[in-house]
């Protein structure tokens, strides 16, 4: 059986097997996701001898946080010199991540990263290995695998500083910090007024949400 009819390849054929619902698995060798990633549309990743597809289709919603999280810390990490900032779905490389052969993840939010060799995981195709900022989109869909798989990896990376999972159904940021080696802190906001720190400058949460949804967030 082929990769063309063994898999879909296309956002709308993934679509059609409940992709605008979530993340869909199909169990697969190592050898049949490097042919699926050649070919498909959408975004996939590899974990547990899964292909992880995810549509390569955002939401308004979902584009304009990307937007507005793009234009906040592009002010914020002003010296080119020392960072890169990245709009959302830039590939990360987590060298020491059980259950994924290929060590790469697609960060759907946003990606903040120094200036470094990049990881080529296949022939046109990198992935950063020194992030210091990442974000995450939540969605209802996708919160089982941000947080189950992703999360734990992401931990592993060394120059990651800061983990910003943020909400789209209403106001809300999980803030998650490095302290230390294997120390992290977690900080929920809710609230328009409550503050945190991106880059040492201060950002509210109606900074975030006001120019998405409009009004007095």
Request: net charge negative.
């Given at each position: 059986?082929?990769?063309?009819?063994?898999?879909?390849?296309?956002?709308?054929?993934?679509?059609?097997?409940?992709?605008?619902?979530?993340?869909?698995?199909?169990?697969?060798?190592?050898?049949?996701?490097?042919?699926?990633?050649?070919?498909?549309?959408?975004?996939?990743?590899?974990?547990?001898?899964?292909?992880?597809?995810?549509?390569?289709?955002?939401?308004?919603?979902?584009?304009?946080?990307?937007?507005?999280?793009?234009?906040?810390?592009?002010?914020?990490?002003?010296?080119?010199?020392?960072?890169?900032?990245?709009?959302?779905?830039?590939?990360?490389?987590?060298?020491?991540?059980?259950?994924?052969?290929?060590?790469?993840?697609?960060?759907?939010?946003?990606?903040?990263?120094?200036?470094?060799?990049?990881?080529?995981?296949?022939?046109?195709?990198?992935?950063?290995?020194?992030?210091?900022?990442?974000?995450?989109?939540?969605?209802?869909?996708?919160?089982?695998?941000?947080?189950?798989?992703?999360?734990?990896?992401?931990?592993?990376?060394?120059?990651?500083?800061?983990?910003?999972?943020?909400?789209?159904?209403?106001?809300?940021?999980?803030?998650?910090?490095?302290?230390?080696?294997?120390?992290?802190?977690?900080?929920?906001?809710?609230?328009?007024?409550?503050?945190?720190?991106?880059?040492g400058r201060p950002v509210t949460l109606r900074?975030?949400?006001?120019?998405?949804?409009?009004?007095?967030?």
């Amino acid at each position: 059986m082929t990769t063309a009819t063994k898999f879909p390849l296309t956002n709308l054929e993934l679509a059609d097997m409940g992709g605008l619902a979530g993340p869909v698995y199909f169990p697969a060798s190592f050898e049949e996701y490097w042919d699926v990633l050649a070919e498909a549309e959408y975004r996939t990743d590899y974990y547990d001898h899964q292909i992880i597809a995810t549509m390569s289709y955002e939401s308004d919603l979902h584009s304009m946080f990307a937007s507005q999280l793009g234009f906040i810390f592009s002010s914020v990490f002003t010296d080119r010199t020392r960072y890169r900032v990245y709009n959302s779905n830039r590939p990360v490389y987590i060298s020491d991540c059980p259950g994924t052969d290929t060590g790469v993840f697609n960060a759907d939010g946003m990606v903040v990263a120094l200036p470094s060799q990049k990881f080529e995981y296949s022939p046109g195709m990198s992935a950063e290995t020194t992030p210091v900022v990442l974000v995450e989109v939540l969605s209802k869909s996708t919160r089982d695998y941000d947080f189950g798989t992703k999360l734990p990896c992401y931990k592993k990376i060394e120059s990651l500083q800061q983990i910003l999972f943020v909400e789209q159904s209403k106001p809300g940021v999980l803030v998650m910090e490095r302290q230390g080696p294997n120390r992290w802190t977690e900080t929920e906001l809710s609230a328009p007024d409550e503050t945190f720190s991106i880059g040492g400058r201060p950002v509210t949460l109606r900074e975030i949400y006001t120019d998405v949804y409009g009004g007095d967030q």
